[in-house]
C-alpha cells in the first residue's frame, strides 16, 4: 500500500546541503570562450604576458578527461554490474582498470536534464533546464567553463538532438561536434549513429585536440535510445529460441500495448535493446585502441556513465521520462584515474551530480563541494548523504478506451536516503515509500507501520526543494531554446514536445 497524504509538514534546513555562493553572472572568461580563439592567443593579441599558461602536457596532476554518456543505459544490462549476456566486454575491460560505482543514479529520467545536471553540478530545479525546450541560461558556469579556465582544450561530440547548442549545454567547448547528431529530421530515432560517433572522436583525438593543452573530451553515444533497430549482427545476437519477433521501430503502438505485451514479445524486445548495447560497446572498444595507440590511456581519466536507464514496463511503462522508478535511475559509472591499473568497487549511493567536482578534482582544481555533489575521488558521500530526484513528465498519451488524447504532466520527486527511498507525485499527491535494500526493484511500497520513516524522509524532501528552490535565484533565467523547424521535428517524432 502507499504512503497516503496527511503526513505533516515540516520544514528545515537541510545540514548536509553545501550552498556555496555562486556568481550570478559569469566572469569575462566565457566571453573569451565564446570567440573560439585559445586563451593564450588572446593575451598575446592583447599584448599581455598570459598569466598562468596552461602546462602545455597532460600529467597525473593534470590528466586528459574524457566522459563518456551512452543513451538509455541501465546498469544492470552492463556486464560488470552482473548482466549474464555478454554486452558489454569493451566497458567490462574498462572497468577491470577502473572504479566501478555500483550504487550510482541519474537526478532524472531523461536526456536533457539529466546532462543539465551533469555540466553544473545541479539538480534540475536549481538548474532549471526540465522541460524540452529549456535552454541552459547562460548565467550558470558549466563543467567545460570551468577547465578552459584550468587551461584545458575542452570539446564535445554528440550523437543525439537533445545535446545540440540549441539547448546551450555547449558553453565552454571551444569544439563542439554536432555533426552526427544532426544527420537527418524525424529519423532520430532511427538514426544508427556509431560508426559517424567513430570518425568524429577520431578526427578529434587525431587531428583537432590541441598537443599543447590536456583536453577535456566528452562524447554522447545515441544508439541505444529506442527504436531498438540494431544493425546485423546484433539484430539476432541475443534473440533467444524463445523470443517472439515484434516491431521495434514504432515506440507508439508498444507503449500501448502495456502489460498486454508477451513474455516473448518483452524477451525480443530486450535482446533487441541489448543488441544496441553490444554495437555501440564494440565501438568503445574501438576507442580504448585508438586511445592506446596514441599512447594517451594511461595519461586519460576515463569516465564512463548513462543519462538515465530504460524502462520494460516493470511500473506499467516502455522507455524513459515516464516516472522516478529505480530502472530509470540506474546507470553505470566507471571512473579510471589517470594510470589506474586494478578494478575495484565503491558501494557509496552516489549522483550524476558528484560528476562536476569529480571532474575538477581529477583536473587538479580545488574545485569545491557544489550544491550536494561530492568528488568520488575523495572520502565524502556517505551513506548518511540523500540523494535527490525530480522529474516532470510531458506526454500527450491516447487513452485506450476512449481514443482520447490527454496531456500527461506530471512532477515527480524523490529522495534516497540509507536503505529508504521516497516518491512523491505532486499534482496527485501520490506518496511511496520503499525499502531499496530489500525491494531493489521497488515493487512493494512500504505500508502505515513504516510512517516514522515516510515523515522523516518527506522532512528533508521537503527542506531540499526549498532550498533549490532558493538556489536557483542565485542565477538569471535565460530564454527558451528556439527551435528550427527541423529540430521541432526531430524532437516531435520521440513525443517529447507537446
Ligand atoms: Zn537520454
Known amino acids: 500500500m502507499c504512503v497516503q497524504n496527511g503526513l505533516p509538514v515540516a520544514r528545515r534546513p537541510l545540514r548536509v546541503l553545501r550552498l556555496c555562493g555562486m556568481l550570478m553572472f559569469k566572469p569575462i572568461l566565457s566571453w573569451r570562450i565564446r570567440t573560439g580563439l585559445p586563451l593564450v592567443l588572446l593575451a598575446v ?16 596532476d593534470r590528466p586528459n578527461i574524457i566522459l563518456l554518456t551512452i543513451e538509455s543505459l541501465r546498469a544492470d544490462h552492463v556486464g560488470c554490474y552482473g548482466y549474464q549476456r555478454d554486452t558489454t566486454p ?22 536533457l536534464t539529466s546532462h543539465a545536471s551533469m555540466f553544473t553540478g545541479l539538480y534540475p530545479s536549481a538548474h532549471r533546464v526540465i522541460l524540452p525546450q529549456d535552454r541552459l541560461s547562460d548565467a550558470y558556469s558549466t563543467i567545460a567553463e570551468r577547465l578552459v579556465g584550468e587551461g584545458y582544450h575542452c570539446a564535445g561530440v554528440i550523437g543525439g538532438p ?8 555547449n558553453q565552454g567547448f571551444e569544439y563542439y561536434d554536432e555533426s ?23 578526427r578529434f583525438l587525431r587531428q583537432e ?51 498486454d ?42 569516465i564512463l556513465t548513462a543519462d538515465h536507464g530504460e524502462q520494460f514496463f516493470e511500473h506499467s511503462y516502455l522507455g524513459h521520462k515516464h516516472d522516478l522508478y529505480v530502472e530509470s535511475l540506474h546507470v553505470p559509472l566507471i571512473v579510471k584515474r589517470p594510470g589506474q591499473k586494478e578494478g575495484s568497487t565503491d558501494r557509496r549511493v552516489v549522483n550524476l551530480v558528484d560528476l562536476y567536482p569529480t571532474i575538477l578534482d581529477l583536473a587538479g582544481s580545488q574545485g569545491e563541494s557544489l550544491h550536494g555533489g561530492w568528488s568520488l575521488l575523495g572520502e ?80 528533508r524532501l521537503d527542506g531540499w526543494r526549498e532550498a533549490m528552490k532558493a538556489l536557483s535565484s542565485k542565477w538569471l533565467q535565460g530564454p527558451k531554446a528556439r527551435l528550427s523547424p527541423e529540430e521541432e521535428r526531430r524532437l516531435r517524432s520521440p513525443g517529447y514536445l507537446q
Not at 566501478?100 to 531523461?110: I, L, R
Not at 553515444?221 to 541475443?238: A, G, L, N, Q, R
Open 180 to 202: 552526427v547528431a544532426a544527420l537527418t529530421n524525424e529519423q532520430a530515432h532511427r538514426d544508427v549513429t556509431n560508426p559517424q560517433m567513430a570518425e568524429a572522436m577520431e
Open 90 to 111: 569493451s566497458i567490462d575491460a574498462l572497468a577491470s582498470e577502473s572504479t566501478v560505482y555500483e550504487q550510482a543514479y541519474s537526478t532524472t529520467s531523461w536526456t
Open 45 to 60: 593579441a592583447s599584448g599581455c604576458e598570459p598569466e598562468n599558461a596552461p602546462d602545455p602536457t597532460a600529467s597525473a
Open 261 to 302: 505485451i508477451s513474455a516473448a514479445q518483452l524477451a525480443y524486445l530486450v535482446a533487441q535493446y541489448d543488441g544496441e548495447i553490444r554495437c555501440t560497446d564494440d565501438y568503445l572498444g574501438q576507442l580504448w585502441a585508438l586511445l592506446r595507440e596514441l599512447n594517451l590511456w594511461d595519461n586519460t581519466a576515463i
Open 380 to 459: 565524502g558521500a556517505g551513506d548518511d548523504r540523500p540523494v535527490f530526484f525530480e522529474l516532470t513528465t510531458t506526454w500527450t498519451v491516447t487513452d485506450r478506451q476512449t481514443g482520447e488524447k490527454r496531456h500527461d504532466s506530471d512532477e515527480w520527486v524523490a529522495i534516497r536516503l540509507g536503505s529508504h527511498k521516497l516518491l512523491h507525485v505532486l499534482e496527485t499527491n501520490f506518496w511511496q515509500l520503499y525499502d531499496v535494500i530489500a525491494d531493489p526493484g521497488e515493487k512493494n511500497p512500504l505500508g502505515s507501520a513504516h510512517h516514522e520513516t515516510a515523515v522523516r524522509l518527506r522532512e
Open 209 to 259: 585536440r590541441d598537443p599543447d593543452r590536456p583536453f577535456f573530451l566528452f562524447a554522447y553515444y545515441w544508439d541505444v535510445h529506442f527504436d531498438f533497430i540494431p544493425p546485423p549482427p546484433y539484430d539476432t545476437m541475443f534473440v533467444t529460441p524463445a523470443a517472439q519477433p515484434i516491431e521495434s521501430v514504432q515506440f507508439g503502438p508498444l507503449v500501448a500495448l502495456g502489460r
Open 162 to 169: 537533445y545535446l545540440r547548442s540549441t539547448f546551450n549545454l
